[in-house]
């Protein structure tokens, strides 16, 4: 179950690997509200870090009890430029202003290293003091659709480990919008899609698939880093070169890990946390060892289906947090 309190971070039902390590989590926040050198200044007081490098655009900290952390503005143009330019050269004045300037429109994002889950209380006094030094998230944005990403290793890289990750998000992706509540900005951005029905009607179809069927079918409907849980890092992991027939994008990094974009990041709200975003994926994580349940509730999405219209959305919502509620899984 999910601890019911929600500023702790709660614990998955596997908290090892196959290899007997702690699963890791990493995660990313996106904001504005203060300029990059406030948001490094904030990290380095905070987790006691100091600064490994420094352009006009990212600032890369290392916390000797966390790991490494990058603070940037999310422009890949500007990081791009200040990383090739001499600070002799009258252009990082330039760069400097236009990363000030930036700041305005352009989310900053930190980058949190892989923690071990067991330990992301480490990180709660990071945003607290974000928070207080005015950074600000998704309410506060009618232009950028701030958010949290989380990475969480997956305990397995095989195909019964994969397909259970699936299948659970699958039958819970309508319910984890209304769960976060997550805001309108982002739900009309492209950046958190969630799989199409028609995708979730092949996976739940299969019992057993295996690994080339997953490949398959993930590849055909959601060849895009535009999902609220992007599986391209992990498919890539296992098999880089047949993602990238598929997919053409340069910005798919190989790791094990699920990267599940749909949280709000609303740091600027005094009761908020990173572990609100955190302890509701568990339910994703709490569904996911749960065979004879993720059986039940694949049948009866595939039973609700209408002819022509597919599945009720509304409906199946309250049918997933009546179930839920029942077998105390959220």
Known sequence: MIQKNKNSFGLPPRLEKANGGVRRV????????????????????????????????EIRLHAESIGDFNVELDWNFLKRVSANVDEKTDKEELLNLLSQAASLLVPLEVVCPPIPIT????????????????????????????????????PELDANTLSRYLKAFAVLQWWLVDAHEVDVTRKISPYIDLYPEAYLRQLLAEPE??????????????????????????????????????????????????????PNCNIEQPDWSLSRSWNTWLVVENLATEQEYLDELGTAFLAAERPLLGVHRSDWVKHIDRWLQDHALA
């Open 209 to 262: 698939p295996t690994m080339e069927q997953i490949f398959d079918d993930y590849l055909e409907y959601n060849a895009s880093r535009n999902r609220a849980l992007d599986l391209l890092p992990i498919l890539a992991e296992i098999d880089k070169g047949r993602v990238g027939r598929d997919v053409d994008d340069p910005r798919v990094n190989a790791r094990p890990a699920f990267h599940y974009r749909m």
């Open 119 to 154: 330990r992301l209380q480490l990180l709660k006094p990071m945003t607290a003091a974000l928070r207080e030094a005015g950074a600000v998230g998704t309410e506060e944005s009618l232009l950028a659709a701030y958010g949290v990403h989380i990475n969480t290793e997956i």
């Open 26 to 57: 990493g995660f990313e926040l996106e904001f504005s509200g203060i300029l990059l050198e406030q948001a490094a200044d904030t990290l380095i007081e905070t987790l006691n870090a100091s600064i490994e490098s420094k352009t006009a655009a």
